[in-house]
């Protein structure tokens, strides 16, 4: 294997997961998705369909049951209302340190494959403020991670200086539009495709399809 994709079965893993195939061919490609708890468990089947979708070499389903006696979010319980509390940054779906686990879980499989790049859709652009979204996270994590497993791994983010529309018009380039339009799932309330419209993923998600859109309909005239 050359690289292994975090794969949630969101917008961005997915588009993610077109750039590693395009790169490197589908049976280089692994996919890597993590079943920690989360209130929207249906990604998981998404993320499934992705992966036999751009038929990669491998895709494994991980369980983190231990992430539910650490923390407590709205992304985690159903009784949790999602919002942005006043004088947070975050909204309540903030689900702590979970891109860490991630990532140093992807990086031991991918040694054991013997891959050496780790593709995850994560952004410091359009994003909920969440710290391990952010480029100097990443960068802390790709040198501990090579320090804990003394192997060269690369953490891949082709979208962290990316907007949500420059990210579809990416997704359009590769031929996946309407995938990521239909076949996905970003939204916190479980709602496949477009979402529910009002949770914070679907909002960011929403708004870049149409500024997309609009741009390329301009552009057409």
Same mark, same amino acid.
């Given at each position: ?14 588009? %993610?997961?077109? =750039? ?5 061919? /589908?049976? +280089?490609?692994? @996919?890597?998705?993590?079943?920690? $708890? ?61 891109? %860490?686990?991630? =990532? ?5 499989? /991918?040694? +054991?494959?013997? @891959?050496?790049?780790?593709?995850? $859709? ?100």
């Amino acid at each position: 294997m050359k690289a292994i994709v975090v794969l949630s079965g969101g917008q961005d893993s997915a588009t %993610a997961l077109a =750039l590693a195939v395009r790169k490197y061919g /589908a049976a +280089e490609v692994a @996919a890597i998705t993590f079943a920690y $708890g989360q209130r929207h468990s249906l990604e998981t089947k998404f993320a499934r369909a992705l992966a036999r979708r751009f038929r990669i070499g491998r895709h494994k389903v991980v369980k983190l049951d231990f992430y539910r006696h650490l923390t407590s979010n709205a992304l985690m319980s159903k009784d949790a209302a999602i919002e942005v509390k006043k004088g947070e940054k975050c909204p309540t779906t903030v689900v702590e340190g979970r891109n %860490a686990f991630f =990532l140093l879980a992807a990086a031991v499989w /991918a040694k +054991e494959l013997g @891959a050496h790049a780790i593709y995850t $859709g994560v952004s410091e652009t359009d994003f909920s403020g969440y710290p391990d979204c952010r480029e100097a996270f990443i960068k802390a994590q790709q040198k501990a991670i090579r320090l804990a497993l003394d192997y060269k791994v690369s953490i891949v983010t082709p979208f962290m200086h990316m907007t949500k529309a420059e990210e579809w018009a990416l997704a359009d380039e590769l031929g996946i539009f309407d995938v990521i339009d239909n076949e996905t799932l970003t939204c916190y309330n479980g709602v496949p495709g477009r979402g529910c419209g009002k949770c914070p993923a679907c909002r960011l998600r929403n708004a870049g399809r149409e500024e997309y859109l609009s741009r390329k309909a301009k552009g057409a005239k």
